[in-house]
């Protein structure tokens, strides 16, 4: 610095405008954190009264009951739910995926992508109203049918629902509705199978099947796993489609469609909610923490996939 | 034809030989398709129900399709490429199954919600209205206001963090915020009712339920969406756009306004609007947040507010004795939702094909 010769290094020149401009930019992104953090800390520090309060005052809760036997029923339902909706839309998705990336002509997979990407955007209320008013009584004949002819396995044990407003009708629903999720992320990774690999593999007399089973499908894996992760995440969360279609009651089952089933979190408090008061608020606002944990861990093991393999994101 | 040395024998081509010609599948599942038709025709006329069982018609057409095809192929074709054809039909058959949903979906909620769609439905609150009549009026506003503040405050907290993330972070604040983005993304919609429900209740009392604290939970599942649809847009602009534009010397927060943001509109408002149609559809924070109300408010910061979602979902649960008209306008209100999502959406995508950047030559 204090060398007579001194070079000249282009620093640039620091102008208000770039302070004000970068500083807001900062702001911005350190809210993101902030808010993140008070959705944390409100749900904490409204939930722990709940957990806490004496079960005698809290007038939601049936005879004899605490907030874990409260709660356990209700995180069951939530996974269960979601477990089964994942079960139905995981295969149908792959192969809807692959209708699309590899089997429909060029043109047609366009419009049918954009079609699935419509099916994402109908809100869940209108699901609910359809899946209860609709899905329910058209489904419910053939539950008749399962008790009958398949009732030996624990799931179909019965005794069928008369409404056909079961857990199998939820989860149906429930399964329509990640369907896109999970079609578009399969979608996105099937599509990124380099085409040299491809043409490798049908060189050497695979069949199209052949060269999706060796080729596309190990390629795409961490993609699907991912995907049906995110969409297991939406499913847990899901409130007014479970809300408004399924009967629900505090027990635990397997039986998908008998009149009596677990609900879920969401539901629980969607149904509850707007007739609380006092330390009710709080249970149901610490069940809400609950299912903010259970997402949070899901979501994180999918985006701990997706990173692990980052070439396969759709951005790059 | 008639050879003298080996028996009459059609000439066949080596390329084609053991392969089903490519009309046959068409024939099989036009074939399939008419006998589940006929069957299904005459189940119809045995039990004399009213209704032609169109999905079941389709569906054990295509599933008889998916066997025959396999039989046909096996003893033609061969195991290999006898499976490849039951997967392809396979395949067909999924995405059968997943369209018959979304049109049973979309043909109900037309057929039933069309009734209700009137001038009364556009215009009327439900203020006093027992059984028939009544609209929706309150409702819609209650929906455009919430999502109007709510995009307001996502739009720049979004926009200038997708800006930061793009531009200016490094090291470990920005991996921090887009791991957090992430998480964001991940919150269940009735999570950030709670949230918001939680937030006023600390700040204006117990039970506060206000279009305000309905907009804040909103903003919550907007946020990363916008931020994420906005970051990568940002980072398609090429670097060649900046570093040109460093080289005549503009400033830094000069260049990304006014070179950065203007390549990338149209794709960052296809985003917001996208981010928009996925939170106007959001029930659960706004019945958790906003409550429910059967009158007009235009104050965000007093009272309960009516949103759409919502109204569709108490027209279903309380339904009164007479319980049609309730029905019909749920219905009417679900179709008023699809149809202000489905334009959102149409736009959105109009938006990204007439102002998309005109790149290369």
């Known amino acids: ?95 809807i995926a692959l209708f699309i990336s590899h089997y429909a002509p060029r ?35 053939s539950f008749v049918w399962l008790e009958e002819n398949l009732g030996w396995i624990p799931l179909f044990a019965g005794p069928a629902s008369g409404t056909g407003r079961t857990m199998l ?25 380099p085409p040299l690999y491809e043409e490798a593999a049908l060189a050497l007399g695979a069949t199209r099947w052949e060269m999706i089973r060796t080729v596309v499908l190990p390629f795409g894996r961490p993609g699907v796993i991912s995907g049906a992760m995110l969409g297991l995440g939406r499913a847990l969360g899901e409130t007014m489609a479970v809300a408004m279609v399924l009967s629900g009651s505090g027990i635990i089952t397997f039986d998908i469609i008998s009149s009596e089933n677990p609900l879920t979190i969401a ?44 070439d396969f994101s759709g951005a790059n | 034809m008639v050879s003298t040395v080996s028996p009459p024998q059609a000439v066949t081509n080596p390329l084609t030989a ?26 119809q006329a045995s039990t004399a129900e009213e209704d032609y069982n169109i999905v079941g018609a389709v569906f054990f057409g295509v599933v008889g399709y998916v066997v025959l095809i396999y039989i046909v192929s096996r003893l033609v074709e061969g195991t290999r490429r006898a499976t490849d054809r039951f997967v392809t039909a396979l395949v067909g058959l999924a995405f059968v199954i997943a369209m018959l949903p979304l049109i049973s979906l979309v043909f109900t909620v037309l057929a ?18 027992l059984g028939e009549g009544g609209g929706a009026a309150h409702a819609i506003i209650g929906t455009l206001l919430m999502t109007g503040v709510a995009t307001l405050i996502s739009v720049p907290i979004g926009l200038l963090t997708s800006i930061y993330l793009v531009e200016y972070g490094r090291g470990r604040l920005a991996q921090a915020i887009t791991f957090l983005v992430d998480v964001m993304t991940g919150i269940p919609s009735i999570v950030a009712g709670l949230f918001a429900f939680a937030l006023f209740e600390l700040i204006l009392g117990p039970g506060t339920r206000v279009g305000l604290s309905g907009a804040i939970a909103l903003t919550v599942l907007m946020l990363p969406v916008v931020v994420r649809s906005s970051e990568e847009i940002l980072r398609l602009v090429p670097n060649e756009l900046r570093e040109a534009s460093y080289a005549l010397g503009v400033p830094k927060w000069l260049t990304i306004l006014k ?28 019945l958790i947040a906003a409550g429910f109300s059967n009158n007009f408010n235009f104050d965000l910061t007093e009272g309960r507010m009516q949103s759409l979602p919502v109204y569709v979902y108490y027209s279903y649960i309380s339904q009164g004795t007479d319980f049609q008209p309730y029905i019909d306008r749920a219905w009417a209100g679900a179709l008023t939702l699809i149809a202000i999502v489905m334009i959102l959406n149409l736009g959105a995508r109009l938006v990204a094909r007439i102002f998309a950047p005109k790149l290369g030559r």
């Open chain 1, 1 to 95: 610095m204090s060398s007579p010769v001194e070079i000249i290094r282009p620093r640039a020149k620091q102008r208000p405008g770039d302070r004000v401009f970068s500083a807001s930019a900062l702001i911005a992104g350190s809210l993101i954190l902030a808010i993140l953090a008070a959705v944390a800390g409100f749900l904490v520090l409204q939930g722990i009264p709940g957990i806490a309060a004496d079960p005698e005052s809290v007038s939601i809760y049936a005879e004899g009951i605490d907030f874990t036997s409260f709660v356990i029923p209700l995180i069951f339902g939530t996974l269960w739910a979601a477990a089964l909706a994942l079960a139905m839309a995981l295969p149908l998705a792959i192969g």
């Open chain 1, 107 to 141: 043109r047609l997979a366009q419009g049918l992508g954009y079609i699935m990407d419509l099916l994402a955007a109908v809100p869940s209320v209108v699901f609910g109203l359809w899946g209860a008013n609709v899905l329910a009584g058209a489904i419910q004949p």
């Open chain 1, 169 to 193: 009708t939820a989860a149906i629903v429930l399964a329509v509705m990640i369907l896109p999720i999970i079609t578009a992320i399969s979608r996105e990774v099937f599509l990124q199978t």
């Open chain 1, 267 to 310: 539901a629980n408090v969607a149904l509850r909610f707007p007739e609380a008061y006092g330390i009710n608020v709080n249970v149901l606002i610490a069940t809400g923490l609950i299912l903010f944990a259970i997402t949070l861990i899901v979501n994180s093991i999918a985006r701990y996939i997706v990173n692990r393999r980052k």
């Open chain 2, 18 to 43: 053991g392969r089903l010609p490519t009309a046959v599948p068409w024939g099989i599942l036009a074939g399939t398709l008419a006998a589940s038709a006929a069957v299904f025709g005459l189940l």
């Open chain 2, 112 to 129: 039933q919600g069309s009734g209700r769609i009137d001038l009364d439905f556009f215009t009327l609150s439900l203020r006093n209205v």
């Open chain 2, 259 to 286: 070179v950065v943001i203007p390549t990338a509109i149209a794709g960052i408002t296809t985003g917001v609007m996208l981010s928009i149609a996925r939170v106007i559809g959001e029930t659960a924070p706004l």
